[in-house]
């Protein structure tokens, strides 16, 4: 072997190492040929795995993979009295369930990233804003998800012998059911949004709220160890999110006209560190009903993304709610 061959080879970059040294480049040659590095098309979406109740010591859990994104949730219920609420709502107030529900702080997710769960979460770093916004994202999502009729603690009050016989009982609240909705990110490789709230929906699917009720001689509220007595917890709307990734050549020396651009369902880290814009749909599938209509249309970043591009994500979306309800069905 002559000495210049044997200096090309000692100088071969890897894939991997191309890739690290030039993200953008190697996404694009994948791209002009319709593929992604991950051996994915653009708009091909990772199959996710759903596995309910795999926690025994909360109310409802689901571990919730896609890709090498793993996720596990857990619904904790606690008791709330209403002696110890300020102003605590009477029966029959005539007001918007979902705003006493906001109100009350009657549900409380909170997102926790695992120190090592991607590149980014190595011991000795400080914590990020990353998991705050996961945590507001999915606060936002879980606006009008319960009904708070199955939250409530009611106690029907003896009737005064004054009283009419065929008057219907009096009741009063006693107190609500608030879930801790915790979730813990094991493994992050791109798309939390959409790992986290497939995997909020499925807990809350699994949870099952015990058995409870006044007892007026202790003046306090009893629950049955029962777990036959237990009911499940029901769902108004299952909201459903679906992330893309915009890449786009253009730059300040392209004209916006003349730069090629895709979209990206399901981006994956490497992806999203290639790419400065993303758009997340979230679609509320009503359970009385069995319709599906938008909830919130999220963009973060960039200016390239259009209508037709909306559009597209939109359409992408709705087939991509059938496919998780039909997934979240066989999961029961």
């Not at 006493?100 to 009657?106: P, Q, R």
């Not at 777990?227 to 299952?238: E, I, N, S, T, Y």
């Not at 814009?277 to 919130?296: H, P």
Request: net charge negative; glycine share 6%.
């Amino acid at each position: 072997m002559t000495e210049a061959a044997s200096a090309s080879v000692g100088l071969a970059l890897s894939p991997e190492t191309f890739a690290k040294l030039s993200p953008g480049p190697v996404l694009l040659a994948h791209l002009k040929s319709n593929t992604r590095r991950s051996g994915r098309r653009p708009d091909e979406f990772r199959t996710p795995a759903i596995n309910k109740g795999s926690l025994t010591h909360v109310n409802g859990s689901a571990v919730v993979r896609i890709g090498n994104t793993a996720v596990v949730c857990g619904v904790r219920a606690e008791l709330l009295y209403a002696s110890d609420m300020p102003k605590p709502p009477r029966h029959g107030q005539n007001q918007d369930e979902d705003d006493l529900v906001e109100e009350l702080g009657l549900i409380v997710p909170n997102v926790e990233l695992s120190t090592g769960c991607s590149p980014g979460h190595l011991p000795g770093n400080p914590p990020g804003s990353q998991a705050q916004s996961l945590t507001y994202r999915a606060h936002t999502l879980l606006g009008g998800v319960l009904r708070l009729h199955d939250l409530q603690i009611e106690y029907e009050l003896p009737a005064n012998e004054d009283e009419d016989s065929g008057a219907e009982p009096t009741k009063a609240i006693k107190g609500y059911w608030t879930l801790y909705v915790d979730v813990y990110c094991m493994a992050l490789d791109g798309n939390a949004v959409d790992a986290i709230s497939l995997a909020v929906v499925s807990a809350l699917q699994d949870t099952t709220l015990p058995k409870a009720w006044w007892d007026a001689d202790r003046e306090t509220i009893v629950c049955s160890p029962l777990a036959a007595q237990g009911r499940r917890l029901r769902l108004k709307v299952l909201p459903l999110t679906t992330t893309f990734a915009i890449f786009s050549t253009a730059s300040p020396l392209k004209q916006k006209s003349s730069a090629q651009s895709w979209m990206l369902a399901d981006p994956d880290n490497f992806e999203e560190d290639c790419c400065e814009e993303t758009v997340t749909v979230a679609l509320n599938y009503d359970t009385s009903s069995g319709s599906i209509r938008s909830s919130c249309l999220q963009k973060q970043g960039g200016a390239f993304v259009n209508k037709q591009i909306m559009r597209q994500c939109i359409e992408a979306s709705e087939a991509r709610c059938a496919l998780l309800l039909t997934l979240l069905k066989e999961s029961n």
